[in-house]
């Protein structure tokens, strides 16, 4: 098995489509999409596989973001915050009625 490392960027839009879409015409890419990640019989069995899998992980640098790039993330990341915090306010009524 040869498990290239692959580099990793931070997406600028979620991965998963949301699941509450209903959609004949997916807004993705359907094929590319089902094999993002590894796939369950890419992933090793062996002792000697799951060490160099280990390995390549290890390997692997971490993402750098620049100080816009931070603060944007960390803005993106409060709107989250304040969006379910007024979704679980709500999200409650209507449910006993």
Request: charge should be negative; charged fraction near 25%.
């Amino acid at each position: 098995m040869n498990i290239e490392p692959q580099t990793s960027t931070i997406p600028a839009v979620p991965i998963m489509p949301p699941t509450s879409i209903e959609s004949a015409d997916p807004p993705y890419d359907a094929e590319q999409y089902a094999i993002i990640g590894m796939r369950e019989e890419d992933w090793p069995t062996t002792p000697e596989g799951i060490e160099e899998l280990l390995r390549q992980w290890n390997e692997t640098e971490a993402p750098v973001m620049s100080d816009e790039e931070w603060a944007a993330w960390q803005a993106w990341r409060q709107r989250m915050k304040e969006y379910s915090i007024e979704k679980l306010k709500t999200a409650h009524l209507g449910l006993f009625e």
